[in-house]
């Protein structure tokens, strides 16, 4: 195979996505700090500190249960920046349309941009649209660039894991990425599985008054809680052991993944995150958590079990321990 | 035609632009507000001023005279900030790569991207990556999205013109929509074009300590000069008179586009801007501009004669005059 070539998996959000940032884009870009790892950059204007990040939306297809690629646009970008303890204040929308795209769709995603958006608390303050020939691009593509305010000064970010920490989610795994394939696959009147896209910011903002026993905040989407626990382990240097028995999937997820030999610990997710927090707070941050209309299933499903290269193992619900990897290739290509 | 379909044309920066975003985008995305018709968004957070702006970059083909879609991409989105007034501190970047793109050639753009943030003086801190399957996207798209700093109290914007206000350009008109044109039907050889892709923040700088005479700033990109003008005779509900002597239109571009039917005023540029001045300072912000690397071609290319309804209209070398509306329809498309 020509080496030369950007595959589907170099989008997965793995390991090939880890590759090619590592090897081609940062190295070219020196700009990009190694932060870019985390879900947002930091900035410092004039005394004020802010986090900004951007995503494009290339999910397929735009339609899917709980959902659509305008408001999957608007969550994943706040998000991005609630994982790092910001409050979103507002995004940009960059449009690139197909041509033969139909204005009625293009204004219900719009719509649903502006729920979304009102939903977060954010405002769409700027904007841009390109429209390409037929058969080059695919409907719509949505790029979303986002600014918050960050007013804490706690070091939330991928590299504070520390020995001890729980690693507690606020819910069922999966469902996003199994709510677009069985809409691509037609299976969406079986499964029943929605999306579970929603803007994560209230439940982080819930979640900041741990302080210093909040270490790192991120949302598992692209590769799934597999491939975000092993970047957490690697920038932390520390093992992160995994029980299979304590993560929730809904019946539904777990039986389209067994169907289909898909594992929901590399399927992504829209309105989760992974909190690993110090054990004496731990149990408070699974309190808050449940209270929230968004953590009702939180649970805790693991725990920092010691400083070392950065590793991710699973006890298995038959007793033995396996090695969790980076998602490799692409499970699920163009999930969001 | 079904009235429903997203055309060409929706994407040229011009009429049908701006229907789409007056009739569809703005009143279903509330939050986007008119000033959104301006290059930038400005915000106040924490009692400091940003600006804040998104554009994404789909131009054909990737590679022209003059750039790429790389450094355009960089020049293009700095230029928004600049033309606020603001100073470009950080941008971010989303590629969506097509299936089967080379890697080097994205190592290219990345590199010309570094090397036109660095020209620029900003920062690329934030990115993200996604890939579509072959067929399903054009090699590369790009958004940046950029933030700048406003540190001036004036209000340079499109609504800002007045009468008597001398409209003064950098330099020559068409370079940029040229180029790419020439590029894609294989001309670059006969015409030798190159496009004008430049950081325009320097320029501004220099323009700034004229003041409160300095009323509008506006980069002619999409849509060109005749687009952006009207643009700002709507904004500012004034009449523009534009002298058709005076326009700088280089040999080669004024050659390419009387054998292709093309005018010049609504060819695109990406180094260009139109600055609005009044009358008693116009004669200083000519010469600013003359002395900077970016303006030594700087003409004053007409004034706002009257204030009324928004009207552009032009003296033509024959002595007549004659209407200047938007672009209709799209004169070249895919040309950022």
Redesign the interface.
């Known amino acids: 195979m020509n080496?030369?070539?950007?595959?589907?998996?170099?989008?997965?959000g793995g390991k090939l996505?880890h590759q090619?940032?590592d090897e081609?884009?940062i190295p070219?870009?020196?700009?990009?700090?190694a932060a870019?790892q985390n879900d947002?950059?930091l900035?410092n204007?004039?005394?004020?500190k802010?986090a900004?990040?951007?995503?494009?939306?290339?999910v397929?297809p735009i339609f899917f249960p709980g959902g659509n690629i305008g408001d999957l646009a608007v969550n994943g970008t706040v998000n991005d920046l609630a994982m790092m303890g910001a409050r979103p204040?507002?995004l940009?929308?960059?449009?690139?349309?197909?041509?033969?795209?139909?204005?009625?769709e293009?204004?219900r995603i719009?719509?649903s941009?502006?729920e979304a958006?009102d939903a977060a608390g954010v405002?769409?303050?700027?904007?841009?649209?390109?429209?390409?020939?037929r058969?080059?691009?695919?409907r719509i593509?949505i790029?979303t660039?986002g600014?918050g305010?960050v007013e804490h000064s706690l070091s939330i970010n991928g590299a504070a894991a520390r020995v001890g920490d729980k690693v507690i989610v606020n819910g069922c795994i999966g469902d996003h990425g199994i709510a677009v394939l069985s809409a691509r696959e037609g299976l969406e009147i079986d499964s029943g599985i929605k999306s579970d896209s929603a803007p994560l910011n209230g439940l982080v903002t819930e979640l900041l008054p741990l302080g210093d026993a909040l270490h790192v905040l991120r949302d598992p989407t692209r590769g799934g809680v597999a491939t975000t626990l092993k970047e957490i382990a690697l920038q932390s240097g520390v093992t992160v052991k995994l029980s299979e028995e304590n993560l929730p999937v809904n019946a539904g997820v777990k039986g389209v993944c067994s169907i289909l030999g898909l594992d929901p610990l590399y399927v992504a997710n829209e309105g989760k995150l992974l909190a690993l927090v110090a054990p004496e707070r731990a149990g408070e941050a699974l309190a808050i958590m449940r209270r929230h209309p968004l953590g009702k299933d939180a649970a805790v499903i693991g725990e920092v079990t010691e400083s070392s290269a950065g590793r991710v193992v699973m006890e298995t619900m038959v007793g033995g321990v396996r090695g969790v990897e980076m998602l490799a290739g692409e499970q699920l290509?163009?999930i969001c």
Request: proline share 4%; charged share 15%; net charge negative.
């Open positions: 080496d030369d070539l950007i595959l589907l998996g170099h989008g997965s996505s090619l940032l081609l884009i070219n870009l020196s700009g990009v700090p870019g947002a950059a900035l204007i004039g005394g004020v802010l900004f990040t951007t995503d494009s939306y290339v397929d204040l507002c940009s929308v960059g449009f690139i349309l197909e041509e033969g795209f139909l204005k009625s293009l204004a719009v719509i941009m502006r958006a405002a769409i303050v700027t904007g841009d649209t390109k429209v390409v020939p058969g080059k691009g695919d593509f790029n660039s600014i305010a290509p163009r």
